[in-house]
């Protein structure tokens, strides 16, 4: 593929490239399409992405429809038949800002006045379309092959919340139509398996604009399974000596004040609340509030690790855009754990957060991930607590420990907490880019400024150190993770509903209730389906809507013998057995939370 640079100089593109300069030039293509459709459009940013690109467009008090954008779309298909050449052009500063006045481009206008004065301002033009940018393209406007645009939304100006919210289109390119075709595919799959379609299918969780963006409700099947999550952490906890507490959901703005994070992370949090002549917020972690409970009483140096943990509500205002059913709330539980240790027992500490880690993931069959060492960036002052002995010291603990337990990482800069370095792992969804499950932080920095101490074997006081650790995360977004991966189709000890007896007729209904009931008895989550339906229909909704783990069919034959007919969702086999061997095949399966 020819690609063209500002200077005018025409090369083959480099391999790497393609994808990104096929979808920048596509951006250029679909703005040009709607210049042509709405010639008061007004242009902002229009960059390539991962797989795609966008264009912020500002269309004054035009609001598009399904069908515009594919009139956009159409248009598009149309540019590229008229072979339209792709060419480069260089001004002064003066002259860039009086081409974009005279093109009523504002935008463009006052994004060349945030530009370095030595900066040289390029342009490229295909037919009646110019737009500002440093290239490289595509020499003609039929080597685009493959897109489609995708969606539209809102984005602010420069990303500030104070101008004008602008409609973004997104689309996506490649270098085939077999890729597009493939990526399409892999669309289809992603939505069949998006946790918020498949939770409002199973009555797992709900959400409404009155009571607040990004607050989900649990239901009762949800909450089940939350409070199985709930359950399943806490036991392998205290097998490992974790002390369960609970704290408020609220704290004063001075304990934030005193941990930083007033400082570091009040953009993130929601506004205070004046009561009494105090500031109060709605706490986005719980650190805070477990320095408080250590920092209560004296501690000798025989008492550590302490490891303190708790499944908490924390709240972050997280922008409407990010927010994403239950995987990105504003509202969400974390399974959250301080552990405070002295500097010898690091190691061995995170040494078994690691391990439990492994435990939890084992049980879980997850096995795509990759763990990432965060650090800080040294010339973000900003957002990191300054204080370069202790991330030094920080940061060179927590890299030998992962050294010594020899685990693969990368490091990235600019991804640490404001207060310490921290061991990522990040999961690869069935739907969607990474994101990181688990945590295990070091943290040098919290102990000191709440004055934590420890008196040590020679009598004097030590300040301890930090671990800050959450191994599902927050179970909200542990939920969504399962849910997409499993299709909704949780394993026996985790489903909402675990057995569905299914009467063929009305006659099997008081056997039918037997079963029921004896399967209650047993702590099966059970539910009979008595309706004068066909059994058939019955079976469809049990294993596709409510995706129940086994559904037990009762008929004359086995109401005689005193079995039931076992039918699995997951293989669908049929087979007969005595009501005893599946009470015990079932709570075996349960006990043993089999995957």
């Known amino acids: 593929m020819k690609i063209i640079y500002k200077d005018g100089t025409v090369a083959d593109c480099p391999a790497e490239e393609v994808n990104h300069v096929l979808r920048h030039s596509t951006a250029h293509l679909m703005a040009q399409a709607i210049q042509r ?100 393209h595509v020499t003609y406007t039929n080597a685009i092959k493959a897109f489609k645009i995708t969606q539209q939304g809102g984005a602010y100006w420069k990303n500030d919340s104070k101008n004008k919210m602008l409609t973004r289109i997104n689309g996506v390119a490649f270098a085939s139509q077999a890729e597009l075709e493939q990526y399409e595919k892999e669309q289809e799959e992603a939505r069949a398996r ?88 709605l706490r986005p972690m719980n650190c805070p509030h477990h320095m408080m409970i250590y920092a209560s009483r004296p501690h000798s140096y025989r008492e550590l690790p302490i490891r303190l943990a708790e499944v908490a509500h924390d709240f972050r205002f997280e922008s409407s855009g990010t927010l994403k059913g239950i995987e990105r709330g504003r509202h969400f539980c974390q399974n959250d754990s301080h552990i405070f240790v002295t500097p010898d027992q690091i190691e061995q500490e995170v040494k078994q957060v690691v391990g439990l880690i492994n435990d939890v993931y084992k049980d879980f069959g997850i096995t795509d991930y990759r763990c990432v060492l965060s650090l800080r960036d040294p010339n973000d002052t900003e957002k990191y607590y300054q204080d370069d002995d202790m991330w030094n010291t920080a940061e060179s603990a927590l890299r030998t420990v992962l050294q010594d337990l020899k685990i693969d990482f990368t490091e990235e800069l600019g991804e640490a907490a404001f207060y310490g370095p921290k061991l990522d792992v990040n999961v690869k969804p069935a739907v969607g880019s990474e994101y990181t499950l688990s945590t295990c932080q070091l943290d040098f920095c919290l102990p000191m400024k709440f004055d934590l101490k420890y008196i040590d074997a020679e009598g004097k006081e030590q300040t301890p ?131």
């Open 37 to 136: 459709l709405y010639p008061e459009a007004d242009f902002a940013y229009g960059p390539a992405t991962e797989k795609g690109f966008y264009y912020d467009v500002d269309l004054g008090d035009r609001k598009l429809t399904d069908e515009d954008l594919l009139a956009i779309e159409a248009e598009m298909k149309k540019i590229t038949k008229e072979h339209l050449p792709v060419r480069p052009f260089i001004l002064s500063r003066d002259e860039a800002v009086k081409l974009m006045h005279e093109r009523h481009a504002k935008y463009k206008e006052e994004h060349i006045g945030d530009l370095p004065p030595e900066e040289e301002i390029s342009f490229y033009q295909q037919g009646d379309y110019i737009d500002m940018c440093v290239g490289p």
């Open 194 to 281: 998006d946790h918020r379609k498949i939770g409002k299918e199973m009555g797992l969780f709900m959400s409404d604009d009155l009571v607040g963006k990004g607050l989900p409700m649990f239901l009762p099947n949800g909450y089940t399974i939350w409070q199985e999550l709930e359950d399943y952490i806490k036991g392998k906890e205290r097998k490992l000596g974790y002390q369960h507490v609970m704290t408020p959901c609220v704290g004063s703005v001075n304990l934030y004040i005193t941990s930083g994070h007033w400082a570091h992370y009040r953009k993130n949090m929601f506004p205070p609340m004046e009561v009494e002549g105090e500031s109060f917020v």
């Open 465 to 595: 150190v930090v671990i800050h650790r959450a191994i599902l995360g927050s179970l909200d977004r542990f939920m969504a993770y399962i849910i997409e991966e499993t299709k909704g189709k949780f394993p026996v000890w985790l489903a909402p509903l675990q057995v569905k007896v299914l009467p063929v007729s009305e006659k099997n209904n008081e056997y039918a209730s037997k079963v029921t009931t004896a399967l209650e008895n047993a702590n099966v989550r059970v539910v009979l389906d008595d309706r004068n339906e066909k059994v058939g229909y019955k079976i469809r909704e049990a294993q596709q809507v409510d995706r129940a783990p086994y559904m037990l069919i009762i008929g004359a034959k086995e109401e005689e013998a005193g079995t039931v007919n076992v039918r699995s969702r997951d293989t669908g086999e049929q087979v007969s057995m005595t009501l005893d061997e599946f009470v015990a095949k079932v709570t075996k399966e349960i006990r043993e939370k089999a995957h």
